[in-house]
């Protein structure tokens, strides 16, 4: 039996994500209790996702749905418990024990009380809050700017692990769309992850009515999953907007295309990069190597559409938690100087956290 004296049994272990942008995985000890937030997988086709499980966890839990959070769950046991959002469980193949996460609301797991919110990055997606010592809260992806997806307030959170992909990047959503404004003029394909920017991507296109455009299969499936969702999970408006949705049936002669794989790796978005030279190819979030490789030979160009936190964001977000001690996760925290002087005292940089 482990004394209430061993801090060492009660601690947060970063596997992945900590100063790099890696994939998610990320432990937490309490007193005998283990649970696994995201299993990550590489973002890079068939690599591997870097970081192995050092003991069996009581359960999984998901934040969300992207590759780099839930691609390596392969790696748990399959007998281990998986807890995901149901948009986000409606994916998931291959598992024996899915069980659901409430979108907004507690949940015991493994006696230990676990809250969700939503996190305004994607379609089911939530961020995760443990009562353990003075709360231990887990952002997963999020973002303060989405016109679609809402973010949820929090409870307070001594410790906080907060998605800091963008690093010290703080442009405004509004320029980033500005700037995208010029590549609608001509046949485009926009490589997009069907539940996250695909969705409200399809409400910017759709509010400029000189700009017929269209969506994959996979981009319709979340489509039909987001438009079930009881409007107040959405942000203002965006239920009636999404009611006013008209795609044009999927071909290839849409002039604005959205379309998988993000990667631009299979997918439609494979297909068409393959097959039709002369439509533009623009990449609008993270690029594996794949996609480098067409942005510096000229075929495909990149401009960034925000669907993680800026710096303020962070900060923010940091604040409304009243945390004391915060970790940046997903991203290169270079220069360390620049960190420090936006986080102060309360910046964490090590693997290994008592609770």
Not at 139 to 154: Q, W
Not at 270 to 280: E, L, V
Not at 320 to 328: C, I, N, T
Not at 340 to 347: D, E, I, P, T, Y
Request: hydrophobic fraction near 45%; glycine fraction near 8%; proline fraction near 8%.
């Amino acid at each position: 039996m482990t004394s209430a004296a061993d801090h060492t049994a009660c601690r947060v272990e970063v596997l992945s994500g900590l100063n790099a942008k890696a994939p998610a995985a990320i432990l937490v000890h309490w007193y005998g209790r283990c649970l696994l937030l995201d299993a990550g997988g590489a973002l890079e086709a068939c690599a591997d996702s870097g970081w192995v499980l050092p003991q069996i966890p009581d359960a999984v839990l998901l934040s969300h749905d992207h590759v780099d959070h839930c691609a390596a769950l392969h790696q748990v046991p399959a007998d281990v418990p998986v807890y995901a959002t149901a948009p986000v469980a409606a994916g998931l193949h291959g598992r024996r024990d899915i069980r659901l996460l409430p979108l907004q609301g507690s949940i015991d797991i493994a006696g230990i009380t676990v809250t969700t919110g939503q996190a305004g990055h994607s379609l089911g997606g939530v961020w995760l809050h443990l009562a353990l010592g003075d709360g231990v809260f887990y952002s997963g992806d999020f973002s303060l700017e989405s016109t679609l997806f809402a973010l949820d307030t929090p409870p307070p959170a001594a410790l906080a692990l907060l998605d800091a992909s963008y690093g010290l990047y703080d442009r405004v959503q509004q320029v980033c769309r500005a700037e995208l404004e010029p590549w609608l003029e001509r046949p485009l394909l926009l490589p997009v992850p069907p539940s996250g920017r695909a969705l409200e991507m399809a409400l910017w296109l759709n509010d400029r009515p000189e700009c017929p455009w269209t969506l994959d299969d996979p981009c319709r499936r979340q489509l039909e999953l987001l438009q079930r969702l009881a409007p107040g999970l959405l942000q203002a408006g965006a239920a009636e907007r999404l009611a006013r949705l008209k795609p044009q049936p999927f071909g290839d002669d849409v002039p604005i295309i959205l379309a998988a794989n993000p990667d631009g790796v299979g997918g439609e978005a494979g297909r068409i990069i393959a097959q039709q030279p002369q439509r533009a190819v623009l990449y609008t979030g993270y690029m594996p190597s794949v996609a480098q490789a067409q942005v510096e030979s000229g075929r495909a160009h990149w401009l960034r559409w925000n669907v993680h936190p800026r710096l303020t964001d962070v900060l923010q977000l940091a604040g409304v938690l009243d945390a004391r001690r915060v970790v940046p996760l997903f991203s290169r925290l270079d220069p360390l100087e620049a960190w420090q002087q936006a986080l102060g005292s309360r910046l964490l940089m090590q693997n290994l956290i008592e609770i």
